[in-house]
Protein backbone atom coordinates (compact mmCIF):
# COMPACT_ATOMS: atom_id res chain seq x y z
CA UNK A 1 0.00 0.00 0.00
CA UNK A 2 1.50 3.38 -1.60
CA UNK A 3 1.61 6.52 0.40
CA UNK A 4 -0.50 5.59 3.74
CA UNK A 5 -1.04 8.70 5.43
CA UNK A 6 -2.16 10.76 2.40
CA UNK A 7 -4.58 7.90 1.42
CA UNK A 8 -5.74 7.68 4.91
CA UNK A 9 -7.19 11.16 4.29
CA UNK A 10 -8.61 10.94 1.04
CA UNK A 11 -10.42 7.71 2.39
CA UNK A 12 -11.92 10.22 5.35
CA UNK A 13 -12.95 12.72 2.85
CA UNK A 14 -14.70 9.98 0.41
CA UNK A 15 -16.66 8.52 3.52
CA UNK A 16 -17.37 11.99 4.74
CA UNK A 17 -18.67 12.91 1.05
CA UNK A 18 -16.29 15.34 0.47
CA UNK A 19 -14.28 14.17 -2.06
CA UNK A 20 -14.01 16.01 -5.74
CA UNK A 21 -14.01 14.17 -8.65
CA UNK A 22 -10.66 14.29 -9.50
CA UNK A 23 -9.99 13.14 -5.72
CA UNK A 24 -12.22 9.90 -6.36
CA UNK A 25 -10.52 8.87 -9.72
CA UNK A 26 -7.53 9.29 -7.79
CA UNK A 27 -8.85 6.48 -5.06
CA UNK A 28 -10.37 4.11 -7.59
CA UNK A 29 -7.04 4.50 -8.86
CA UNK A 30 -5.22 3.35 -5.87
CA UNK A 31 -7.63 0.85 -5.03
CA UNK A 32 -6.95 -1.13 -8.23
CA UNK A 33 -3.20 -0.37 -7.94
CA UNK A 34 -3.09 -3.45 -5.08
CA UNK A 35 -5.26 -5.92 -3.26
CA UNK A 36 -4.45 -4.87 -0.32
CA UNK A 37 -5.19 -1.46 -0.57
CA UNK A 38 -9.10 -2.54 -1.10
CA UNK A 39 -8.69 -4.79 1.86
CA UNK A 40 -7.73 -1.57 4.08
CA UNK A 41 -10.76 0.15 2.45
CA UNK A 42 -13.39 -1.93 2.98
CA UNK A 43 -11.77 -2.39 7.27
CA UNK A 44 -11.81 1.80 7.12
CA UNK A 45 -15.20 1.55 6.20
CA UNK A 46 -16.15 -0.80 8.85
CA UNK A 47 -14.21 1.42 11.26
CA UNK A 48 -16.22 4.01 10.00
CA UNK A 49 -19.82 2.44 10.78
CA UNK A 50 -18.86 1.25 13.78
CA UNK A 51 -17.89 4.69 15.00
CA UNK A 52 -20.99 6.51 13.70
CA UNK A 53 -23.41 8.23 16.50
CA UNK A 54 -26.17 6.70 17.66
CA UNK A 55 -27.40 9.57 19.41
CA UNK A 56 -26.66 7.81 22.75
CA UNK A 57 -23.14 7.32 24.64
CA UNK A 58 -20.96 4.21 24.07
CA UNK A 59 -21.12 0.97 25.61
CA UNK A 60 -18.38 -0.21 28.33
CA UNK A 61 -17.44 -2.32 25.28
CA UNK A 62 -16.25 1.09 23.49
CA UNK A 63 -15.11 2.19 26.21
CA UNK A 64 -12.47 -0.53 26.21
CA UNK A 65 -11.77 -0.27 22.65
CA UNK A 66 -10.40 2.76 23.39
CA UNK A 67 -8.29 1.80 25.63
CA UNK A 68 -6.52 -0.40 24.00
CA UNK A 69 -5.98 1.94 21.32
CA UNK A 70 -5.16 5.00 23.48
CA UNK A 71 -2.42 2.00 25.27
CA UNK A 72 -1.21 0.84 21.85
CA UNK A 73 0.00 4.85 20.84
CA UNK A 74 1.28 5.50 24.48
CA UNK A 75 -1.27 7.42 25.91
CA UNK A 76 -3.61 7.78 29.33
CA UNK A 77 -6.87 5.66 28.61
CA UNK A 78 -10.18 7.98 27.31
CA UNK A 79 -13.24 6.71 29.81
CA UNK A 80 -15.31 8.96 28.23
CA UNK A 81 -15.24 9.60 24.38
CA UNK A 82 -17.58 11.97 23.02
CA UNK A 83 -20.07 11.42 20.64
CA UNK A 84 -19.64 14.34 17.50
CA UNK A 85 -22.42 15.28 15.29
CA UNK A 86 -22.01 13.44 11.91
CA UNK A 87 -19.83 15.70 8.88
CA UNK A 88 -18.89 18.16 11.90
CA UNK A 89 -15.58 19.32 11.84
CA UNK A 90 -14.73 17.60 14.86
CA UNK A 91 -16.33 14.11 13.35
CA UNK A 92 -13.78 14.62 10.23
CA UNK A 93 -11.10 15.02 12.29
CA UNK A 94 -11.94 11.41 14.39
CA UNK A 95 -12.53 9.67 11.21
CA UNK A 96 -9.04 10.44 9.46
CA UNK A 97 -8.04 9.57 13.24
CA UNK A 98 -9.47 6.42 13.40
CA UNK A 99 -8.21 5.48 9.89
CA UNK A 100 -4.42 6.64 10.45
CA UNK A 101 -4.83 4.38 13.45
CA UNK A 102 -6.14 1.67 11.09
CA UNK A 103 -3.47 1.51 8.95
CA UNK A 104 -0.61 1.62 11.12
CA UNK A 105 -2.37 -1.39 12.73
CA UNK A 106 -2.87 -2.81 9.23
CA UNK A 107 1.46 -2.20 8.91
CA UNK A 108 2.50 -3.17 12.46
CA UNK A 109 0.75 -6.51 11.77
CA UNK A 110 0.62 -7.52 7.64
CA UNK A 111 4.38 -9.12 8.50
CA UNK A 112 7.08 -8.69 5.99
CA UNK A 113 5.54 -11.81 3.46
CA UNK A 114 7.03 -11.08 0.18
CA UNK A 115 4.86 -10.25 -2.65
CA UNK A 116 3.33 -13.53 -4.36
CA UNK A 117 5.56 -13.78 -7.58
CA UNK A 118 4.94 -16.03 -10.81
CA UNK A 119 8.13 -18.08 -12.19
CA UNK A 120 7.65 -19.41 -15.64
CA UNK A 121 10.60 -21.40 -16.80
CA UNK A 122 11.55 -23.71 -19.96
CA UNK A 123 13.72 -26.36 -20.51
CA UNK A 124 16.34 -27.50 -22.70
CA UNK A 125 14.89 -27.68 -25.90
CA UNK A 126 11.55 -26.21 -25.02
CA UNK A 127 10.04 -23.00 -26.09
CA UNK A 128 7.04 -21.03 -24.14
CA UNK A 129 4.49 -18.64 -25.13
CA UNK A 130 2.71 -16.69 -22.45
CA UNK A 131 0.59 -13.69 -21.97
CA UNK A 132 1.02 -11.73 -19.15
CA UNK A 133 -1.44 -9.59 -17.13
CA UNK A 134 -1.46 -6.32 -19.39
CA UNK A 135 -2.07 -8.94 -22.34
CA UNK A 136 1.61 -8.08 -23.17
CA UNK A 137 2.90 -11.08 -24.48
CA UNK A 138 6.58 -13.27 -24.19
CA UNK A 139 7.91 -16.07 -26.06
CA UNK A 140 10.70 -17.64 -24.09
CA UNK A 141 13.49 -19.36 -25.37
CA UNK A 142 15.24 -22.46 -24.33
CA UNK A 143 16.47 -22.76 -20.41
CA UNK A 144 14.98 -19.66 -19.68
CA UNK A 145 13.30 -17.97 -17.08
CA UNK A 146 11.16 -15.06 -16.45
CA UNK A 147 9.55 -13.98 -13.23
CA UNK A 148 7.45 -10.70 -12.16
CA UNK A 149 4.76 -10.07 -9.51
CA UNK A 150 1.28 -11.20 -9.80
CA UNK A 151 0.02 -7.94 -9.50
CA UNK A 152 1.64 -6.17 -12.13
CA UNK A 153 0.80 -3.05 -11.06
CA UNK A 154 4.47 -1.69 -11.92
CA UNK A 155 4.62 -3.98 -15.24
CA UNK A 156 8.23 -5.07 -14.26
CA UNK A 157 9.90 -8.60 -15.59
CA UNK A 158 13.05 -9.70 -14.15
CA UNK A 159 14.69 -12.35 -17.29
CA UNK A 160 17.66 -14.59 -17.21
CA UNK A 161 17.85 -16.55 -20.89
CA UNK A 162 16.26 -14.92 -23.76
CA UNK A 163 12.52 -14.00 -24.60
CA UNK A 164 10.89 -11.58 -27.49
CA UNK A 165 8.43 -9.43 -25.99
CA UNK A 166 5.04 -7.84 -27.69
CA UNK A 167 4.56 -4.87 -25.65
CA UNK A 168 1.30 -3.76 -25.56
CA UNK A 169 1.03 -0.15 -24.52
CA UNK A 170 -1.02 1.24 -21.84
CA UNK A 171 -1.88 4.74 -21.11
CA UNK A 172 1.35 5.70 -21.24
CA UNK A 173 2.75 2.85 -18.85
CA UNK A 174 6.10 1.48 -18.50
CA UNK A 175 6.97 -1.95 -19.17
CA UNK A 176 10.39 -2.51 -18.26
CA UNK A 177 12.31 -6.34 -18.64
CA UNK A 178 15.46 -6.49 -15.61
CA UNK A 179 18.82 -8.23 -16.40
CA UNK A 180 21.09 -8.37 -13.83
CA UNK A 181 21.91 -4.67 -13.97
CA UNK A 182 20.66 -4.24 -17.20
CA UNK A 183 16.86 -2.66 -17.48
CA UNK A 184 15.26 -2.33 -20.45
CA UNK A 185 12.32 0.03 -20.73
CA UNK A 186 9.58 0.64 -23.30
CA UNK A 187 5.50 1.80 -24.04
CA UNK A 188 4.42 -0.59 -26.28
CA UNK A 189 7.03 -1.97 -29.26
CA UNK A 190 8.20 -5.56 -29.72
CA UNK A 191 11.91 -6.46 -29.27
CA UNK A 192 14.52 -9.26 -28.11
CA UNK A 193 16.67 -9.78 -25.01
CA UNK A 194 19.49 -12.59 -24.56
CA UNK A 195 20.98 -12.75 -21.34
CA UNK A 196 21.99 -15.81 -20.40
CA UNK A 197 24.23 -16.20 -17.33
CA UNK A 198 27.31 -18.09 -18.76
CA UNK A 199 27.74 -15.06 -21.74
CA UNK A 200 28.54 -12.64 -19.33
CA UNK A 201 26.61 -10.06 -21.62
CA UNK A 202 23.10 -9.11 -22.76
CA UNK A 203 21.73 -8.16 -25.92
CA UNK A 204 18.90 -6.46 -26.85
CA UNK A 205 17.42 -6.14 -30.65
CA UNK A 206 14.52 -4.26 -31.22
CA UNK A 207 12.04 -5.18 -33.66
CA UNK A 208 9.79 -2.19 -33.95
CA UNK A 209 8.70 0.75 -31.64
CA UNK A 210 11.55 2.12 -29.32
CA UNK A 211 13.44 0.95 -26.59
CA UNK A 212 15.55 2.37 -24.18
CA UNK A 213 18.71 0.13 -22.79
CA UNK A 214 20.75 1.48 -19.09
CA UNK A 215 23.05 -0.24 -17.19
CA UNK A 216 22.29 0.58 -13.29
CA UNK A 217 22.24 4.05 -11.18
CA UNK A 218 26.20 3.98 -10.65
CA UNK A 219 26.71 4.45 -14.70
CA UNK A 220 23.83 6.68 -15.29
CA UNK A 221 25.70 7.83 -18.90
CA UNK A 222 25.41 4.75 -19.81
CA UNK A 223 22.14 4.92 -21.57
CA UNK A 224 21.08 4.39 -25.34
CA UNK A 225 17.65 4.82 -27.25
CA UNK A 226 17.12 1.72 -29.95
CA UNK A 227 14.77 1.93 -32.18
CA UNK A 228 13.61 -0.81 -35.51
CA UNK A 229 16.29 -2.79 -36.59
CA UNK A 230 19.07 -1.59 -34.10
CA UNK A 231 20.95 -3.44 -32.02
CA UNK A 232 23.00 -3.19 -28.56
CA UNK A 233 25.87 -5.37 -26.50
CA UNK A 234 25.72 -4.68 -23.30
CA UNK A 235 28.82 -5.92 -21.33
CA UNK A 236 28.16 -5.90 -17.34
CA UNK A 237 31.45 -6.56 -15.94
CA UNK A 238 32.74 -3.53 -17.88
CA UNK A 239 29.60 -1.41 -17.61
CA UNK A 240 29.65 -0.81 -21.34
CA UNK A 241 27.54 -1.16 -24.34
CA UNK A 242 27.92 -0.88 -27.81
CA UNK A 243 25.98 -1.16 -30.87
CA UNK A 244 26.31 -4.04 -33.16
CA UNK A 245 24.78 -5.23 -36.36
CA UNK A 246 23.18 -8.68 -35.73
CA UNK A 247 20.67 -9.50 -38.41
CA UNK A 248 20.45 -12.96 -37.17
CA UNK A 249 19.56 -11.85 -33.20
CA UNK A 250 16.14 -13.61 -33.29
CA UNK A 251 16.85 -16.05 -35.71
CA UNK A 252 15.68 -18.64 -32.78
CA UNK A 253 12.06 -16.99 -33.30
CA UNK A 254 12.04 -16.69 -36.97
CA UNK A 255 14.13 -20.56 -37.72
CA UNK A 256 16.12 -18.55 -40.36
CA UNK A 257 20.18 -17.51 -40.51
CA UNK A 258 20.65 -14.82 -42.89
CA UNK A 259 24.03 -14.01 -44.08
CA UNK A 260 24.97 -11.22 -46.31
CA UNK A 261 28.26 -10.81 -47.24
CA UNK A 262 29.29 -11.45 -43.32
CA UNK A 263 32.59 -12.90 -42.93
CA UNK A 264 33.40 -15.80 -41.08
CA UNK A 265 34.33 -14.39 -37.98
CA UNK A 266 30.47 -13.17 -37.54
CA UNK A 267 29.14 -16.04 -38.65
CA UNK A 268 30.81 -18.86 -36.32
CA UNK A 269 29.48 -16.91 -33.76
CA UNK A 270 25.97 -16.90 -35.21
CA UNK A 271 26.01 -20.27 -35.40
CA UNK A 272 27.35 -21.43 -32.34
CA UNK A 273 24.22 -18.95 -31.07
CA UNK A 274 21.68 -20.73 -32.95
CA UNK A 275 22.84 -24.51 -32.33
CA UNK A 276 24.53 -24.21 -29.01
CA UNK A 277 27.67 -25.79 -29.95
CA UNK A 278 31.09 -24.85 -29.65
CA UNK A 279 32.84 -24.41 -33.39
CA UNK A 280 36.76 -23.80 -33.28
CA UNK A 281 38.96 -22.52 -36.04
CA UNK A 282 42.12 -24.09 -36.45
CA UNK A 283 43.68 -21.29 -38.95
CA UNK A 284 42.41 -17.44 -37.85
CA UNK A 285 42.75 -16.71 -42.01
CA UNK A 286 39.60 -18.74 -41.91
CA UNK A 287 38.00 -15.89 -40.01
CA UNK A 288 38.69 -13.49 -43.24
CA UNK A 289 36.28 -15.32 -45.47
CA UNK A 290 33.04 -13.95 -46.85
CA UNK A 291 30.30 -15.61 -47.17
CA UNK A 292 26.08 -14.91 -48.00
CA UNK A 293 23.20 -17.67 -48.23
CA UNK A 294 19.93 -17.85 -46.58
CA UNK A 295 19.11 -20.69 -44.29
CA UNK A 296 15.54 -21.63 -43.71
CA UNK A 297 14.97 -24.34 -40.82
CA UNK A 298 18.49 -25.14 -40.87
CA UNK A 299 20.34 -28.70 -39.31
CA UNK A 300 23.89 -27.57 -38.51
CA UNK A 301 25.48 -30.32 -40.15
CA UNK A 302 23.54 -28.78 -43.48
CA UNK A 303 24.99 -25.44 -43.07
CA UNK A 304 28.13 -26.99 -42.24
CA UNK A 305 28.23 -28.93 -45.51
CA UNK A 306 27.15 -26.10 -47.51
CA UNK A 307 30.18 -23.31 -46.04
CA UNK A 308 32.71 -26.24 -46.01
CA UNK A 309 31.84 -27.02 -50.26
CA UNK A 310 32.08 -23.39 -50.57
CA UNK A 311 35.08 -21.78 -48.85
CA UNK A 312 37.08 -25.06 -49.18
CA UNK A 313 37.56 -26.55 -45.30
CA UNK A 314 37.14 -29.46 -43.27
CA UNK A 315 35.01 -30.31 -40.49
CA UNK A 316 35.84 -32.88 -38.06
CA UNK A 317 33.85 -33.42 -34.41
CA UNK A 318 36.05 -32.81 -31.05
CA UNK A 319 33.81 -33.85 -28.91
CA UNK A 320 31.20 -31.64 -27.71
CA UNK A 321 33.48 -29.21 -30.30
CA UNK A 322 33.20 -28.91 -34.15
CA UNK A 323 36.10 -28.08 -35.79
CA UNK A 324 36.81 -25.92 -38.72
CA UNK A 325 40.33 -27.01 -40.68
CA UNK A 326 41.30 -24.95 -43.78
CA UNK A 327 43.94 -22.09 -44.38
CA UNK A 328 42.40 -19.93 -46.65
CA UNK A 329 39.37 -19.08 -48.75
CA UNK A 330 38.71 -20.45 -52.40
Known amino acids: MKNNK ?3 ELIAKHLSGETSPHEEQQLMEWLEADEANE ?17 EDFGSASGNAWERIADAIGAEPVHKPRVLPLFSRQWRAA ?9 AWWFLNRG ?5 MVVIASGEGEKLELTLPDSSTVTLNENSRLEYDAGFS ?18 GARFTVLTGDV ?15 QEQEVEVAVEHGKVAVAIDAAVASER ?7 AVRVFDEEKKMERVDNPNAMAWRSEVLYFDDNLMRDIIPALERYFNREIVVEDSALLQCHYTSTFVKPQLEDVLDVLSATLGFEVAVNGDSIVLKGQRCR
Open 6 to 8: SYD
Open 39 to 55: KFFEDAKQLWALTAPSG
Open 95 to 103: AAVFILLAG
Open 112 to 116: DEPAQ
Open 154 to 171: ERVVQLSGEAFFEVTRQH
Open 183 to 197: STTVLGTAFNVRAYP
Open 224 to 230: TVLEAGD
